[in-house]
């Protein structure tokens, strides 16, 4: 009996001595094992709506085909080593610094291959690093998709959600359901080929008759990545299902018919026409397009308001040139990991429209015009040119 109350003291202290024991541990380590300590970052949104600034102007600057990798150790394409001591993707990270900080844009537009998905382990870090600026900065930003963007740790659909939730992002998963009334639907999206194909208005410079109104605009593109068409393997374009989006959202207008402008990736099919028409810029490498054609510019032209699209793509392009009276202007290669040619200067390519004076207020838009920049040593501005020019705004 002795010997049976002596081991059950035991047991008791044996059991105290490792609760004791275990408390103690969980004591000192309980902070790293419960959750939601860290506070929740919530994304900090863009003053909204888009608008035009106090003396009549809006500025976007297109960033086109960063291809950024990992940062410091992704090496740079394409430029002589007496170019530079060592360079990588911050080289592209120091241009768009000196983009923003020179033409103060009022949207960035970053149109595709934003990452190269081969070169990074980790898409959302290498987007986060890329398209950090624009977050230091503050400056709304819209973005859409390459061919590459994709090729890494998330797909098509993650990454345009990934972008969607950034810091001072404005870009759109997809456009949402409407009804008859132009109310959104609880926020259920469209059924429609791609991510990434939304609308931005763009309102009236505040205190002006239109300050309530949209004046301008943009809608961005999925145009895809790679296709197999009647068993050959060719890019991707934008489908039948985005076009009839356009036109519906077009028939949904209810003041006046105000200028828009579209950006997407891939180029369409007639671009490569503009070889045998004048063109503003230099067209270096062949036209890398689907073989279908899409129906893109038959839309544009039916909608009548459409002044001019944005590409990227083919990097050594950068030229203007006209389709049906609608301008296709390519970005020019940015990024320092995207292939380039040697002594060809990374660029980026800047719009900006300006609108109409009235006797007292600011009307509708009045001018649209382009130019580019090169990253070279006096960030030289070079073929300037105007897209769009109307001796009457839309509305007065």
Known sequence: MKSSMGNWKHTVLYLTLIISLVYFIESLISHKLHINHNKIHL?????????????????????????????????CRDVLD???EYCSDLNTTRFIRRMIEAERPDLIAFTGDNIFGSSTTDAAESLIQAIGLAIEYGIPWAAILGNHDQESTLNREELMTFLSLMDFSVSQVNPPVEDDSNQIKGGAMRLIDGFGNYRLRVYGAPGSVLANS????????????????????????????????????????????PPALAFFHIPILEVRDLWYTPFIG???EGVACSIVQSGVLQ???????????????????????NLKGIWFCYGGGFGYHAYGRPNWHRRARVIEAKLGKGRDTWT???????????????????DEQVLWETSDSFLK
């Open 43 to 75: 994304k900090r949104s863009p003053n909204l709506p888009l608008r035009f600034r106090d003396d009549g102007t809006f500025k976007i600057l297109q960033v086109a085909d960063m291809h950024f990798g990992m940062g410091i150790i992704t090496r």
């Open 82 to 84: 007496s170019e530079f």
């Open 214 to 257: 949209t004046v301008f605009d943009l809608f961005f593109f999925d145009s895809g990545d790679r296709e197999i068409v009647q068993g050959k393997r060719t890019y991707g374009w934008i489908k039948e299902s985005q076009l009839r989006w356009l036109q519906d959202t077009s028939k949904q207008r209810i003041i006046g018919n």
């Open 282 to 284: 230099q067209f270096q």
């Open 299 to 321: 839309t544009f032209v039916s909608m009548g308001n459409v002044k001019a699209a944005f590409m990227g793509h083919d990097h050594v392009n950068d030229f203007c040139g």
């Open 364 to 382: 509708g838009i009045q001018l649209i015009k382009t130019w580019k920049r090169l990253d070279d040593q006096d960030l030289s501005k070079i």
